[in-house]
């Protein structure tokens, strides 16, 4: 939880916690825009490791955000850049108050005269100096927005293919806003059963047609009505495909829960199988994974893309 202000000077209380909660956000920051722009830094702490520090005394010169990233400006050029994910946020305060989340959880903290400001929770938090950013690996703003209708495919393919952390996980992938925005963590196990992939595989072990695949799939599970959950929040429960044991575990700095069959989604070592899943008309498992796969068998046809495995049907000559 964390304190807007209002025009007149009375704080109001504001709440901002996950993804879905975007407005919330906005109130968050706008509030830090307010208490924080064209006042002298009294204090700013984080781990050295983040990069360089905002001299005392240095001008807040802006507060903005992009998606979950919330960006702090200073006037001597240095940027401070968050990116929340699923669980970071930011509090504002006033001085003297006491914080409604222990310490350990600060990743940085921006103390003006009567304001304290403090992220927590921050999955990734970095400084540099605003002429370094065009330069920067990991600058690119947020991914497309997996329910726009105009959404882009194969620039989500290329940025998966282009990853800066191949040895990185596709479950963490799946919560990357830079690939695409979107996605949350319900999602994230869900899109991974459905095509057979084990959380903890390997980013750079994809091929150009997995990240296809896992692109649509994506993009179609986001986008789909049915509510109907098949492995998350299903832990010790049996798999409806093949019958194992559903399993689960706290993953990532996030500390999100993710659940997945290790039985029918593939180990990090082997080959995308995708011979698991059902066949178009079959009504095991996920509705959406039915109708996805009947597309999508479609689509390359149309494309003449094929591969040796082919979704398991491969039509006979």
């Not at 905002?54 to 990233?69: E, I, K, T």
């Not at 997945?260 to 082997?270: E, G, T, Y």
Request: aromatic share 8%.
């Amino acid at each position: 939880m964390a304190h807007g202000v209002s025009p007149d000077g009375t704080v109001t209380r504001v709440y901002a916690s996950d993804v879905a909660e975007r407005s919330s956000l906005g109130r968050t920051v706008a509030a830090m825009r307010t208490a924080l722009i064209d006042r002298p830094t009294r204090r700013f702490d984080a781990m050295p490791t983040i990069g360089p520090h905002p001299q005392p005394g240095s001008l807040v010169d802006n507060v903005h955000r992009d998606g979950r990233r919330v960006i702090v400006e200073w006037d001597c050029g240095l940027m401070l850049e968050t990116s929340l994910r699923f669980n970071g946020t930011w509090h504002l305060y006033r001085q003297g108050e006491r914080w409604r989340l222990p310490m350990f959880d600060a990743r940085v903290v921006i103390e003006v005269d009567g304001w304290v400001a403090v992220c927590f929770r921050g999955a990734d938090v970095e400084t540099y100096r605003s002429p370094d950013r065009l330069r920067h690996p990991r600058f690119g703003g947020v991914g497309p927005d997996l329910r726009n209708p105009r959404f882009d495919v194969e620039a989500c393919v290329r940025r998966i293919i282009e990853h800066d952390d191949p040895d990185g996980y596709v479950i963490d992938l799946l919560g990357d806003p830079r690939v695409f925005a979107g996605v949350g963590n319900v999602d994230r196990s869900e899109v991974l059963w459905t095509i057979g992939l084990h959380p903890l595989a390997r980013i750079g072990d994809l091929s150009f047609e997995d990240c296809h695949v896992l692109v649509e799939t994506t993009r179609y599970l986001v986008n789909a009505s049915n509510d109907r959950r098949v492995v998350y929040a299903r832990n010790g429960q049996l798999c409806g495909r093949c019958h194992g044991t559903i399993q689960s575990r706290v993953h990532g700095e996030d500390r999100r829960r993710i659940f997945w069959c290790p039985d029918c989604q593939r180990s990090v070592d082997i080959a995308l199988d995708r011979s698991a899943l059902p066949q178009p008309g079959d009504e095991r498992g996920h509705p959406a994974e039915v109708k996805f796969l009947q597309e999508a068998r479609a689509a390359r046809e149309r494309l003449r893309i094929f591969d040796d495995t082919d979704l398991g049907y491969r039509q006979s000559s």
